[in-house]
T-cell receptor
Framework: ETGVTQTPRHLVMGMTNKKSLKCEQH?????MYWYKQSAKKPLELMFV???????ENNSVPSRFSPECPNSSHLFLHLHTLQPEDSALYLC?????????????FGPGTRLTVL | AQTVTQSQPEMSVQEAETVTLSCTYD???????LFWYKQPPSRQMILVIR??????QNATENRFSVNFQKAAKSFSLKISDSQLGDAAMYFC?????????????FGTGTRLKVLA
């Protein structure tokens, strides 16, 4: 595996389900990101972890819970979601922040909440 | 607040022709980076080109170049000799050039269609 991988690629869940999205980066980076991509809206930065410590948390509802057990893995735990949470969830990684370091994105998980 | 605006939801270009995608932004930061990312259908988003705000020279990467107008807060992307593989969503993004900053602000994207 190379780059940034995400599983599953597609997920359909009911509002009462609990599921998790997984992201893994094989680039040796020290920062990982979760974004939400909805049609006709800007990409929304949800969470950022640097060296396994959360450094950004952009007013995301508590039904989304991130976890970063090490610098290569990032999870997004989902519970009691709403239909408006249906979107493409992108994971990204970078070596440091500050803009000079390129972000590498995964293919995304297409989430549908029924 | 920092914002990025892409006013063209969709653009079309004939193969081998040139197209320009628009992006305007607002920030109170004195130094920052601007980016164009490409997201092909069902494929991963990749960086196309990056511009450091303190550099006056416009960035170029092969057929891709930018027109960076700092005073006007404008950052357009020009694609020359368009190819079918250029068809994608293009996102403009901004981040402050501050150590320890991980905040990236994206626009809504422009869908580019390339006509054969």
């Amino acid at each position: 595996e190379t780059g940034v991988t995400q599983t599953p690629r597609h997920l359909v869940m009911g509002m009462t389900n609990k599921k998790s999205l997984k992201c893994e980066q094989h680039l040796g980076h020290n920062a990982m990101y979760w974004y939400k991509q909805s049609a006709k809206k800007p990409l929304e930065l949800m969470f950022v972890y640097s060296l396994e410590e959360r450094v950004e948390n952009n007013s995301v509802p508590s039904r989304f819970s991130p976890e970063c057990p090490n610098s290569s893995h990032l999870f997004l735990h989902l519970h009691t979601l709403q239909p408006e949470d249906s979107a493409l969830y992108l994971c990204a990684s970078s070596q440091g922040g500050g803009g000079r370091n390129e972000q590498f994105f995964g293919p995304g998980t297409r989430l549908t909440v029924l | 607040a920092q914002t990025v605006t892409q006013s063209q939801p969709e653009m079309s270009v004939q193969e081998a022709e040139t197209v320009t995608l628009s992006c305007t932004y607002d920030t109170s930061e004195s130094d920052y980076y601007l980016f164009w990312y490409k997201q092909p259908p069902s494929r991963q988003m990749i960086l196309v080109i990056r511009q450091e705000a303190y550099k006056q020279q416009n960035a170029t990467e092969n057929r891709f170049s930018v027109n960076f107008q700092k005073a006007a807060k404008s950052f357009s992307l020009k694609i020359s000799d368009s190819q079918l593989g250029d068809a994608a969503m293009y996102f403009c993004a901004l981040t402050p050039h501050t150590s320890g900053t991980y905040k990236y602000i994206f626009g809504t994207g422009t869908r580019l269609k390339v006509l054969a």
